[in-house]
């Protein structure tokens, strides 16, 4: 058996081993908490796209489970409705105890100010400084007009070789390299893996422009249906963490737990706890 087999399978171990703490800490709430305090030197947050069947009060109970106010919010939990609507509802999330970090993602995919604008103030009545975007090319001129007037930075996510606009991060960074400097990244390392990309110098190369991080994991790195919990695949947790380390990325690793729609919390807890073990492994403990 080879030591990277065996150090992976420690850290299954641990995760079995802290899963099992988690379910038994249910009632963990963080009101008047939004950014417990942590020595981790890298936030664990949620996509919420993960619980996309489940409402409002479940995200919530979930989130408190896993112990994280770190909150991405998809519009199926945050309607784009009238500014004043979006605020109300942004605001019952922060009253819970959540960090909203991102809105997303959010497509663009009309060439014109009434729409793109639209956007920008869905996310300023969240309250949130990123979205989490998938702009066609030809919105990318007009988007950048509207990140410099809101302040509002656009993290661009690949969605993987069926993505013919943004395959991977890489051709996210080729287009906007030369635009303002609030326009960069969201890489989706399990969509940025099957392009044959390597995530963990694709995170390297994007340096400053990487300003969220998709997380999940496949069994096979090529097929989109091989995804399963962190922890269980090929992904390179490790090196991935360190490489956010070295260049002192300041913003969250969100996982995108993608399967298991009707009971994804499973799955969930054993990613959170997965990570939460390589973090401990090497040497931070939150």
Known sequence: MSLSMTRRNLFRGGAALSASALLSNSAFAFAGETKPASSLPIRLGIASYTFRKFDQAHLIDFMKQLKTPYLNLKDTHLPMTPADQVATRAAEYRAAGMTLTAVGTVYFKEDTDDDVRAKFEYA???????????????????????????????????????????????????????????????????????????????????????????????????????????????????????????????????????????????????????????????????
């Not at 326009?183 to 963990?200: E, L």
Request: with cysteine.
């Open 124 to 286: 300023k009545a969240a309250g949130v400084s990123l979205i989490v975007g998938a702009p066609t090319h030809q919105v990318l001129p007009r988007m950048e007009k509207f990140v410099k007037e809101y302040n509002i930075r656009v993290g661009i996510h690949n969605h993987g070789p069926e993505d013919k606009e943004w395959p991977s991060p890489l051709t996210v960074l080729d287009a906007v390299k030369n635009m303002d400097h609030r326009i960069g990244c969201c890489i989706d390392v399990g969509h940025t893996m099957r392009t044959g990309t390597d995530v963990v110098s694709a995170i390297r190369k994007v340096g400053p422009r990487l300003f969220d991080i998709h997380m999940k994991d496949l069994a096979n790195s090529t097929e989109k249906e091989s995804q399963v919990a962190v922890g269980d695949g090929l992904m390179p947790i490790r090196q991935i963490f360190q490489a956010l380390i070295d260049m002192h990325y300041p913003g969250d690793v969100d996982l995108e737990y993608e399967i298991n729609g009707d009971d994804p919390m499973p799955g969930v807890i054993k990613s959170f706890a997965y990570m939460r073990g390589v973090l401990a492994g090497m040497g931070y403990k939150g």
